[in-house]
């Protein structure tokens, strides 16, 4: 079975940065996509940011682009989100996921396409 772990989540100040880590393990392991989805307080999960694995192809969210950024080491499958300029709508428990097969068309936003999910690492901006 897959695993995955994410971590690096923590209490920062608006404007602050956080650099979240997600490795992902397991015998005969190979993942098309990863992304990072979140959950605030009384909301819904939403799509923060996704990597196509073998291409290196990167999406994000309208809320955080150009402030976060999404990477990966393919020999570690290992993927980190830097986040940069944070706000207090920022706050929320982070979760990295793998998709666990091809990927096509607008997969990155759609959690379905998701089969492999981590236990989440909460990020809180203060004001």
């Known amino acids: 079975q897959v695993h995955v772990v994410e971590s690096g989540g923590g209490l920062v100040q608006a404007g602050d940065s956080l650099r979240l880590s997600c490795a992902a393990s397991?015998?005969?392991?190979?993942?098309?996509?990863m992304g990072w989805f979140r959950q605030a307080p009384g909301k819904e999960r939403e799509f923060v940011a996704a990597?196509?694995?073998?291409?290196?192809?990167?999406f994000y969210a309208d809320s955080v682009k150009g402030r976060f950024t999404i990477s990966r080491v393919t020999a570690e499958n290992t993927v980190a989100l830097q986040m940069n300029s944070l706000k207090p709508e920022d706050t929320a428990v982070y979760s990295c996921?793998?998709?666990?097969?091809?990927?096509?068309?607008?997969?990155?936003?759609?959690?379905?396409?998701?089969?492999?999910w981590g236990q989440g690492t909460q990020v809180t901006v203060s004001s």
């Open positions: 996921a793998a998709t666990g097969s091809l990927v096509y068309g607008s997969w990155y936003g759609n959690a379905e396409a998701y089969s492999y």
């Open positions: 990597i196509r694995w073998r291409t290196g192809s990167t």
């Open positions: 397991g015998r005969t392991f190979s993942s098309y996509g």
